[in-house]
């Protein structure tokens, strides 16, 4: 257990539709990343925040957003969702400044019909 | 941005047997240098990490070596067993200036036959 929580553990959900994936960080960590891990694609890096401020964006969709929270969760939206959004999401953690470690939680796996 | 190629895609290895799984990057400002294993379904775990002022790291039977000049690291597992297999992501950060954020090769597919 790396002390990264997410949830839901899965979501099928339909094309075009609205998900809002959770993660909490280890206890101490002030940054939260987004990964998107497809079949074809590998891991992906989606965005960073860093104590509720936006740190580094990748690859990411318009259709898609983030944000951190006070308490230090962080919320990944993804809207009018296409089946190549079918994916695993996670979101690591990693304690402040510096090249550091990052530990991954569970993973939500997410399925559009 | 940072680019990480990862070799070989899949290996199938004899149980005790060494594995090797090798990776390059392209941007020199590549600082840190993880390695995750995945097991099927689950979360990718953080098993050895290297950062780019030390040659090399062990840690029981892994090893991770690291050629800034030829910007290519490298995996050895040494007497693998069954629970070795699972696929095996090497990655590399840019550091604070970009956010640390990870480029993660393409995986390598680790088969530990008993």
């Known amino acids: 257990d790396s002390g990264v929580t997410q949830t839901p553990k899965h979501l099928i959900t339909a094309t075009g539709q609205r998900v809002t994936l959770r993660c909490s960080p280890r206890?101490?960590?002030?940054?939260v990343y987004w990964y998107q891990q497809s079949l074809d694609q590998g891991l992906q890096f989606l965005i960073q925040y860093y104590n509720g401020e936006e740190r580094a964006k990748g690859n990411i969709l318009e259709r898609f957003s983030a944000q951190q929270f006070p308490d230090l969760h962080s919320e990944l939206n993804l809207s009018s969702l296409e089946l190549g959004d079918s994916a695993l999401y996670f979101c690591?953690?990693?304690?402040?400044?510096?090249?550091?470690?990052?530990?991954f939680g569970p993973g939500t796996r997410l399925t559009v019909t | 941005g940072e680019n990480v190629e990862q070799h070989p895609s899949t290996l199938s290895v004899q149980e005790g047997d060494s594995a090797v799984i090798k990776c390059t990057y392209s941007?020199?400002?590549?600082?840190?240098f993880p390695w995750y294993k995945q097991e099927l379904g689950k979360r990718p775990q953080l098993i050895i990490d290297?950062?780019?002022?030390?040659g090399e790291k062990k840690d029981q039977r892994i090893a991770v070596t690291l050629n800034k000049t030829a910007k290519h690291f490298s995996l050895h597992i040494t007497e693998t067993q069954p629970e070795d297999s699972a696929v095996y992501f090497c990655?590399?950060?840019?550091?604070?200036?970009?956010?640390?954020?990870?480029?993660f090769g393409g995986g390598t597919r680790v088969l530990v036959k008993p």
């Open positions: 290297i950062r780019s002022n030390v």
């Open positions: 206890s101490g960590d002030l940054s």
């Open positions: 990655a590399a950060s840019e550091g604070k200036a970009a956010g640390n954020k990870l480029t």
């Open positions: 941007d020199s400002a590549s600082n840190y």
């Open positions: 690591a953690s990693s304690a402040v400044g510096g090249a550091h470690e990052q530990y």
